[in-house]
């Protein structure tokens, strides 16, 4: 009698399901949380080794914490941003005073 991994898991199909109904939901909010931060490297990890969740698991729960505070504005972004609104202001401003 022969104990092949071949032959127990064709007939335990079963433990194939649940272990793909485990690792899917993992890799796939870490691959995509990993690709919206631009990190490519925890990315190529994860697409090429599959860990059963584990590495998934590890980079969701200590190197993607999201920022409880958002980022301030640039002083560069911030000035573009309100010459652009002023820009408009002044543009809606003139034309109510010609009409």
Do not use: C
């Not at 399901?17 to 949380?33: E, Y």
Request: charged fraction near 20%.
């Amino acid at each position: 009698m022969e104990n092949n991994l071949a032959e127990l898991l064709a007939g335990h199909v079963w433990v194939i399901v649940l272990i793909l109904l485990w690792t899917l939901p993992w890799k796939v909010v870490a691959l995509w949380r990993s690709a919206r931060r631009a990190q490519s490297g925890w990315f190529l990890a994860m697409i090429i080794l599959n860990t059963l969740g584990i590495l998934e698991i590890i980079y969701l729960a200590f190197f993607s914490q999201e920022e409880a505070t958002p980022q301030p504005l640039a002083a560069a972004t911030f000035k573009a941003r309100f010459e652009s609104d002023q820009e408009k202001l002044e543009e809606k401003i003139n034309k109510k005073i010609i009409m």
